[in-house]
């Protein structure tokens, strides 16, 4: 088994959103966007997915360098989110035999944040 673990300040996401336009579209898939933009607090819930792709690809091993690709990793569903791997990402879970991926998010007046647990295959 595989944890991975991130929190993020909900202002931070917030003031990218407003500074760079294309925050959404670089990071978050068309669904997670329509999700999020119909929500009363877009922010908090685009830093809850944020920090929730950052403990998939913490939990897989795979990191969140410049090789991440953020759109590879899709959070959907409420109340218990489930997450659907595409591209490299799922390449490179595929390659290291990661198991089913369990992801919990939460957050509060400041603060996203989410972990993932990988399982072992077998």
Same mark, same amino acid.
């Not at 931070?12 to 607090?41: I, M, Q």
């Not at 799922?90 to 919990?104: F, K, N, P």
């Not at 939460?106 to 072992?120: E, L």
């Given at each position: +088994?595989? $944890?991975?673990?991130?929190?993020?300040?909900?202002?931070?996401? %917030?003031?990218?959103?407003?500074?760079? &336009?294309? #925050? =959404?579209? =670089?990071? #978050?898939?068309? /669904?997670? %966007?329509?999700?999020?933009? !119909? =929500?009363?607090?877009?922010?908090?819930?685009? /830093?809850?997915? #944020?920090?929730?792709?950052? /403990?998939?690809?913490?939990?897989?091993? #795979?990191? $969140?360098? %410049? *090789?991440?690709?953020?759109?590879?990793?899709?959070? /959907?569903?409420? &109340?218990?989110? @489930?997450?659907?791997? *595409?591209?490299?990402?799922?390449?490179? *879970?595929?390659?290291?035999?990661?198991?089913?991926?369990?992801? !919990? +998010?939460?957050? @509060?007046?400041?603060?996203?944040?989410?972990?993932? $647990?990988?399982?072992? $295959?077998?």
């Amino acid at each position: +088994m595989k $944890v991975g673990l991130d929190l993020i300040e909900i202002e931070r996401v %917030r003031e990218a959103l407003e500074r760079y &336009p294309r #925050f =959404r579209e =670089r990071c #978050f898939t068309e /669904a997670e %966007r329509a999700y999020c933009d !119909s =929500r009363a607090n877009p922010a908090q819930h685009y /830093a809850a997915r #944020f920090a929730g792709k950052e /403990a998939v690809g913490k939990a897989l091993g #795979f990191g $969140v360098a %410049r *090789s991440f690709a953020w759109k590879d990793v899709e959070i /959907a569903g409420r &109340p218990k989110p @489930s997450v659907t791997l *595409s591209g490299k990402v799922e390449a490179w *879970s595929q390659r290291v035999g990661a198991g089913e991926l369990d992801l !919990s +998010m939460t957050h @509060s007046r400041g603060i996203a944040a989410a972990v993932c $647990v990988v399982a072992d $295959v077998g």
